[in-house]
Structure formats: C-alpha cells, structure tokens
C-alpha cells in the first residue's frame, strides 16, 4: 500500500489548512492523522472508520478540526482551523486493518507525511 499525504503549508496563527492522504491498493478500516514536532514523539490527531460516523480526535485538536473520509477515492482528509504555533509538525497519514487504535505502533502503514508550519 501506498500513502500520499498533500496539503502541507506555512500558514499564519489562526489560519486553516486541509491536508489531504491518497492511500492505493486496498481499503482499511481505520485512516488516521499523527503528527511529530521537532524532538517530541509522533503524537495521535485523529481516526475515522470506514463508515465514518464515528470519528475521534485527540484533546488538543477536538473543536478545531474535522477528519473525513471518501472510500471512493480511498482518501482520507483533515481539516485544521484556529491553527496555533503548537500545531507545527510533520503530519502524517497512517492506515489500520484493526479497530479503533491512537497508538503509532498499531497502524499497518504510513505516508511519507507533510510538513506544517504555524508562524507569523
């Protein structure tokens, strides 16, 4: 499988941004969004099932951003807003043939990811 993360970008404090992961081959029950800051570990941002009704998002993110999921093009997206400096990082895309998991070591693949930078 392949994963393909887009959408990166330097934006201002308070910008939004969409991030965009193209994931080929199969379909998975779970597609995610990590991201990993200079020096800190790769930290859980959100997941969404193939059904997408249920998604989950971590502490810091929740009411700022929103994951979504198109099974027909087997992409999964994350729009971001209210965007602070603590937001910079690598963003990554990751896929799960399992349930619901927000720890790195239970996801079956990654995307290269896609830096974000939140600056004035």
């Known amino acids: 499988v392949q994963l393909v993360e887009s959408g990166g970008d330097l934006v201002q404090p308070g910008d939004s941004l969409r991030l965009s992961c193209a994931a080929s081959?199969?379909?998975?029950?779970?597609m995610a969004w990590f991201r990993q800051a200079p020096g800190k570990e790769r930290a859980f941002v959100a997941a969404i099932s193939r059904s997408g009704r249920m998604p989950y998002y971590a502490d810091f993110v929740k009411g700022r951003a929103t994951i979504s999921r198109d099974s027909a093009k087997n992409a999964v997206y994350l729009e971001m807003n209210s965007l602070r400096p603590e937001d910079t990082a690598v963003y990554y895309c990751?896929?799960?043939?399992?349930?619901?998991?927000?720890?790195?070591?239970?996801?079956?693949?990654w995307g290269q990811g896609t830096q974000v930078t939140v600056s004035s």
């Open positions: 990751a896929v799960r043939s399992g349930p619901y998991s927000s720890r790195p070591r239970d996801f079956d693949s």
């Open positions: 081959g199969r379909t998975w029950s779970i």
